[in-house]
């Protein structure tokens, strides 16, 4: 069985969407007519917008055993977990479901030689368990100051279907050496009544104030200066930001929580918005493609608030990031922000039981040499 359906009543098509692809398209092959597509999109939009179908998902036609081969059924798998269920038979009807999911808890280490995803991929991992470390960390490592020579060891949940991995799951515990410098991270529920966060060797939550960087993965451009020369002005001026270079629709996060107090366009930022996280702190982020927010609104740590461009006065696509502090534009990567919030005092034996096992573990994870000239 496939999907909850008897695979051998059927022919079984699978297939793969490709670019430009739209359902019509797709369904019109198999003897499903315009009007019948229409209704099954009109259906869909409170479970999911067909519109949606994208260039590389893969998705199953059960048709009639016959010469006609008459479509009957229609899966579209947006993920390699969940998909959606179209009945074609008299009455359209629409489910979602998920595919039989299984974990383990596996191992992964690596050194850094050139890129986080490279070091991941070398280690026999998902590139997406780069991210994933990246999440964490956000609030600790600067991702764009990663040098060859760092590494990670990483305790997280492989997910498979079918003894397929697809996508990792919840990292358990990590160790990032940068610079030198040993970076725990423990996830841990302090209790049934708070959600699971991640914590350092000491007890404290890995979260703080503000994220390192605007953008996950990027590099940047141009640093906070007092003399820069102008690619645009082409002169020497102050430059009381943060340059990110990224391609063009990059997503730009907000750093931290806070209302949007500006979201606009003028001939020098172009489209930029303007946060304010409390009395102190204030951030802005410049020349977008597009904007995500509108002023006045609340914006949580880490949400989308716009996508990278090149509007205003930039030569090439990125992110100027901005930072004030009590009025005062000032270097982001020079300010100490609020300590983290240390576990409650009934919560730390339980925490130093669970941290020894997994510095154990830790331990025990192997690196890849660093590849040499």
Not at 308 to 327: D, E, I, Q
Request: a positive charge; hydrophobic letters at 35%.
């Amino acid at each position: 069985r496939k999907f909850g359906l008897a695979v051998d009543s059927f022919n079984v098509i699978e297939n793969t969407v490709q670019r430009n692809d739209f359902l019509g398209g797709i369904l019109e092959p198999y003897r499903v007519e315009n009007i019948t597509i229409a209704n099954l999109a009109r259906k869909s939009e409170p479970i999911f917008d067909v519109r949606r179908i994208t260039a590389g998902s893969q998705y199953t036609i059960f048709c009639t055993k016959d010469s006609l081969q008459k479509a009957l059924y229609f899966v579209y798998q947006p993920n390699a977990i969940d998909y959606i269920l179209y009945d074609l038979r008299d009455s359209i009807t629409i489910t979602a479901g998920k595919r039989e999911v299984t974990t383990k808890v596996i191992t992964a280490g690596g050194v850094i030689t050139s890129s986080l995803y490279e070091a991941v991929n070398k280690a026999g991992s998902d590139p997406a368990l780069a991210m994933r470390l990246a999440e964490i960390y956000a609030w600790t490592i600067d991702f764009y100051k990663i040098q060859q020579g760092d590494f990670f060891k990483v305790v997280y949940e492989q997910r498979y279907v079918k003894d397929d991995p697809v996508e990792p799951g919840q990292i358990r515990s990590a160790i990032f050496s940068h610079k030198g410098d040993t970076f725990y991270a423990f996830q841990f529920q302090p209790d049934s009544t708070q959600g699971g966060d991640y914590f350092d060797e000491t007890g404290k939550s890995l979260r703080k104030a503000f994220l390192k960087a605007p953008l996950k993965f990027s590099r940047i451009t141009s640093r906070f200066t007092m003399k820069r020369f102008h690619p645009v002005q082409k002169r020497w001026k102050a430059h009381l930001g943060t340059d990110y270079g990224a391609p063009t629709g990059t997503p730009i996060i907000s750093t931290g929580k806070g209302t949007v107090i500006e979201s606009s366009y003028n001939s020098n930022n172009g489209n930029f918005v303007k946060v304010r996280h409390n009395n102190t702190y204030t951030t802005q982020y410049l020349h977008m493609s597009r904007r995500a927010v509108k002023r006045g609104q609340t914006v949580r740590q880490g949400q989308v608030i716009g996508y990278v461009g090149s509007t205003g006065l930039a030569t090439g696509p990125h992110v100027c990031y901005r930072f004030w502090k009590n009025g005062q534009q000032v270097d982001p990567y020079r300010q100490k922000f609020p300590a983290a919030t240390p576990l409650p005092e009934n919560s730390l034996q339980a925490f130093e039981t669970f941290k020894q096992e997994q510095q154990q573990l830790l331990q025990a994870i192997g690196l890849n040499p660093v590849a040499k000239d």
